[in-house]
């Protein structure tokens, strides 16, 4: 009935307060605030562990590491003969050295029309004298096998009194970021044209890129034979060669 259906739900209200009120009792009050300050020091502890990791990442030293870690490759040092020189005694032709992991290799052509010779140096640094002696091996071109060169002040200095000399402007050896294990030669030819040697790395191969220069000053490299675009332009800003992509190569 309904006076039957009034009185069960006032039963099941007041059961249902009865637990709210031994809630408030004095002493489940002081049970409770234990329990609060219990839990609270938990949070406080958890809090503590999930931030300390945080607070880690801005310390100075994390910091430091971070900016280690992210820092891009940069040249190497002691190889500032690294150069495209002339010799005199072959005004036609060119000479290039560059480090190597054993020393140094130098790529020499007397004439446009002469072979292009590769010979290999020993390398000796004197930081006092601010100078580098190359020990070459002169023997495949037929000459002696460890002529002394003293590399410094942009010149390389030979016991007959011949000096090659580094030459300036955009030819030079670079080193690209990109492939810090590698190195990239770029040369003006005597017709003018610019030719572009790259390796990526010491097993890959090396290849040969062509270049022109336009009045402009930008230098435009055919990358195609690597896959990259069919010309791509740069410029000289100081010690760099500043492609449009993005990418510098640095002047050793």
């Given at each position: 009935?309904?006076?039957?259906?009034?009185?069960?739900?006032?039963?099941?209200?007041?059961?249902?307060?009865?637990?709210?009120?031994?809630?408030?009792?004095?002493?489940?009050?002081?049970?409770?605030?234990?329990?609060?300050?219990?839990?609270?020091?938990?949070?406080?502890?958890?809090a503590g562990v999930a931030i300390a990791p945080i607070s880690?990442?801005?310390?100075?030293?994390?910091?430091?590491?971070?900016?280690?870690?992210?820092?891009?490759?940069?040249?190497?040092?002691?190889?500032?003969?690294?150069?495209?020189?002339?010799?005199?005694?072959?005004?036609?032709?060119?000479?290039?050295?560059?480090?190597?992991?054993?020393?140094?290799?130098?790529?020499?052509?007397?004439?446009?029309?002469?072979?292009?010779?590769?010979?290999?140096?020993?390398?000796?640094?004197?930081?006092?004298?601010?100078?580098?002696?190359?020990?070459?091996?002169?023997?495949?071109?037929?000459?002696?096998?460890?002529?002394?060169?003293?590399?410094?002040?942009?010149?390389?200095?030979?016991?007959?009194?011949?000096?090659w000399t580094k030459t300036s402007g955009i030819d030079g050896?670079?080193?690209?970021?990109?492939?810090?294990?590698?190195?990239?030669?770029?040369?003006?030819?005597?017709?003018?044209?610019?030719?572009?040697?790259?390796?990526?790395?010491?097993?890959?191969?090396?290849?040969?890129?062509?270049?022109?220069?336009?009045?402009?000053?930008?230098?435009?490299?055919?990358?195609?034979?690597?896959g990259g675009p069919k010309y791509l332009a740069a410029s000289?800003?100081?010690?760099?060669?500043?492609?449009?992509?993005?990418?510098?190569?640095?002047?050793?």
């Amino acid at each position: 009935t309904t006076k039957s259906k009034n009185m069960l739900r006032s039963i099941i209200l007041a059961l249902t307060f009865v637990p709210s009120a031994v809630a408030f009792s004095p002493e489940n009050v002081r049970s409770s605030q234990a329990s609060t300050h219990v839990s609270a020091s938990r949070r406080n502890f958890v809090a503590g562990v999930a931030i300390a990791p945080i607070s880690l990442l801005g310390s100075p030293a994390f910091a430091a590491n971070k900016k280690k870690e992210t820092q891009p490759p940069v040249p190497p040092t002691g190889v500032e003969y690294s150069g495209v020189y002339t010799d005199p005694n072959h005004p036609k032709g060119f000479r290039v050295v560059r480090a190597s992991e054993k020393g140094a290799v130098i790529v020499l052509q007397d004439d446009p029309i002469g072979d292009v010779i590769k010979v290999n140096a020993k390398v000796k640094s004197n930081k006092k004298k601010g100078e580098t002696t190359l020990a070459i091996d002169f023997s495949p071109k037929g000459g002696p096998k460890d002529i002394m060169g003293i590399a410094g002040q942009g010149k390389i200095s030979f016991p007959d009194g011949n000096t090659w000399t580094k030459t300036s402007g955009i030819d030079g050896v670079y080193f690209d970021p990109k492939h810090p294990k590698g190195y990239r030669v770029v040369r003006v030819k005597k017709d003018g044209k610019v030719c572009v040697e790259i390796q990526d790395d010491a097993s890959a191969p090396a290849m040969e890129l062509t270049g022109k220069m336009r009045q402009s000053g930008f230098l435009f490299v055919d990358f195609s034979p690597k896959g990259g675009p069919k010309y791509l332009a740069a410029s000289v800003k100081g010690n760099k060669l500043v492609f449009t992509d993005g990418n510098a190569w640095i002047k050793l």
